[in-house]
């Protein structure tokens, strides 16, 4: 689903019962609807039915033809090194590996285009 940018919150609709089937169009429309401060990301969201979780209770999907690794974008935060994500990727993904660090001059996360400051 294509991710929809708001500047402010939209309402819920009022229905007189609980009616699951009325209520799958907005849970949907909820997913897919962020803050405008996000729209840069022009993102696009999928849904996916998880039924197993892992011995921690987590849910997770594996990379596929149907979901592609493409890309790796490494916190302003983290100490994770671009050979640590190659590793992790255990030569099976190629993807594009972006390290982020918070802006000098605003409260926006950038791009680190220093190398120095990552590897």
Not at 16 to 38: G, Q, S, Y
Not at 67 to 86: D, M, P
Request: glycine letters at 2%; charged letters at 35%.
């Amino acid at each position: 689903m294509k991710v929809g940018y708001r500047k402010s919150r939209k309402r819920l609709p009022e229905f007189d019962d609980l009616a699951e089937d009325r209520w799958i169009p907005v849970k949907k429309d909820m997913l897919a609807t962020k803050f405008d401060h996000w729209k840069y990301e022009t993102e696009i969201s999928s849904f996916l039915a998880l039924p197993v979780p892992d011995d921690k209770g987590l849910y997770f999907a594996e990379f596929d033809k149907n979901i592609v690794l493409r890309e790796v974008v490494v916190g302003a935060h983290s100490e994770v090194t671009t050979k640590q994500v190659i590793e992790a990727c255990k030569n099976r993904y190629n993807p594009k590996i972006r390290h982020a660090r918070l802006a000098f001059n605003s409260f926006r996360v950038v791009e680190q285009r220093n190398p120095a400051m990552y590897n």
